[in-house]
């Protein structure tokens, strides 16, 4: 078998430096530290960090006094914040750059007195946060059959739009063109992180090339969704959390394997799937040619 390794895999920068914060915090800090919601949608890097005494909190009801709570990369909405400011605890703001960025958007166009539309899942913890930012005045809409005719009663005069940050370019591109049929004058900010596009980008290219695509990420991460989405318009596709998800009768002699994941999936997590490929294409085969993508991709920047 001939495996392809995508060259965007596994953790972001802002999840890193997240966990990063979280990790220095549960090494050096005599008080118990927490994270507000969990850290990352990711089940491994989540028993990871209850091994190092850092729990996953939604209240700070029972949390001590001098506690130290880390803020996850999604970011967390202002009456989060100002609950958890409130008392005695010592904070670290692990919310990445590029989620601040859609919560200022949303922010300064709510002050400017504009009616916003969010792209993204209404339930995920960063697209709540923006809503709370804008006091749930927002319309949020996850899939273009929800842009139905009229969206509004009466089209507000000032409209403005940004997305989720992990969103894909495709639905993000085809919901603005269905939405500015209704509303031509709607001012647009794609909100899609560098590090989402690229890594979806170059998803895709492997896909191309191979006949199965494995997307290796939790269930409930949305970026690996749409990772997998993307990929299955082009190639079959396996969405695997690790590598016991494997099952060796999905391979064929001399088959081409693709290989990604989404920005919350650990190195170690998606090095052991390789592993485990490797061994399924010498037990198939009794050889295996391994490469990452950088033959192939060279547009993704
Ligand atoms: S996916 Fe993008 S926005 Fe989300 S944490 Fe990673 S770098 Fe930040």
Redesign the pocket.
Known sequence: MHIIISKKTGF????KRALDLAINEATKSEEPVYTFGPLVHNSQVISYLEDLGIESIDRVDDVPAGSHIIIR?HGIGPNDLREITSHNFEIIDGT?G??ITVQTFAKDLDEKGYSLIILGEPEHPEVRAIREYVNDKALVLSSLDEIVEPLYEQIPEKIGLVCQ??LSLEFFNAAVKKIRMQIPHIEVHNTI?G??RRRQQEAREVAKLVDLMFVIGSPVSS?TSKLAELCGEITMVKRIETQDDLDENWFESRMKIGVTAG?STPDWIIMRVIKKLMEISRSIDGDVEIENADNYITSAD
């Open positions: 972001c920068q802002g999840v990369s990445c590029k989620v940050t992990t992180c590090a989402t970026n920005a």
